[in-house]
């Protein structure tokens, strides 16, 4: 089955294993938004950082809320995804010593996050509908919002005066 699990043989069984990968996600995520706070320089970036960590939490809520609406136990897989992508945004900023460069960088790798998340998200509200669950799309449409509240947040702090100072 090459890249997949030989336990998926139903969309169901790919819903569960996604939801699985999603929820190690936000898990990697909500341990990796405090070392962003810290490394942000702009207070409005690093008072977005803070809120997203606090609906980072709540997406971890509501993703637990889903495992129980299914009826499956809630457990995470491992996501090589989310890893490399935050590996990557650790790299990155690590080597960046002018700070408005520095917050350039951590915006970008945030919606580097974002869009992960909003594809995933996507895919779980799409398949949940599919197999009659809109109990389980609607909890997860949640989280997608919010995503993408803050991706929008963060390409209007980029586009405002990020960019702009790193570019000077």
């Known amino acids: 089955m090459g890249f ?7 969309l169901d069984d790919l819903f569960v294993h996604t939801l699985r990968d999603i929820y190690y996600a936000e ?3 909500e341990k990796a938004l405090p070392k962003m706070v810290g490394k942000a320089t702009d207070p409005q970036l690093k008072a977005g950082f803070e809120k997203h960590l606090e609906q980072t939490k709540g997406h971890i809520e509501r993703v637990e809320e889903v495992f129980e609406l299914h009826g499956v136990k809630a457990k995470q897989v491992n996501c090589p995804a989310i890893d490399g992508i935050l ?20 915006i970008a790798s945030a919606q580097a996050v974002e869009h992960y998340e909003m594809t995933r998200y996507g895919t779980l509200i799409a398949w949940a509908k599919q197999l009659g669950r ?16 803050t991706d929008r947040k963060l390409t209007e702090i980029a ?10």
Request: with cysteine.
């Open 4 to 10: 997949f699990s030989k336990d998926i043989k139903t």
């Open 27 to 29: 898990k990697q995520i």
């Open 87 to 106: 590996e990557e945004a650790d790299d990155v900023s690590g080597d960046v010593d002018d700070k408005d460069v520095l917050d350039a960088a951590l």
């Open 134 to 149: 809109s109990d389980c799309a609607n909890v997860l449409a949640k989280n997608l919002r919010e995503e993408q509240a």
């Open 159 to 168: 586009e405002s005066k990020i960019n702009l100072q790193a570019a000077e």
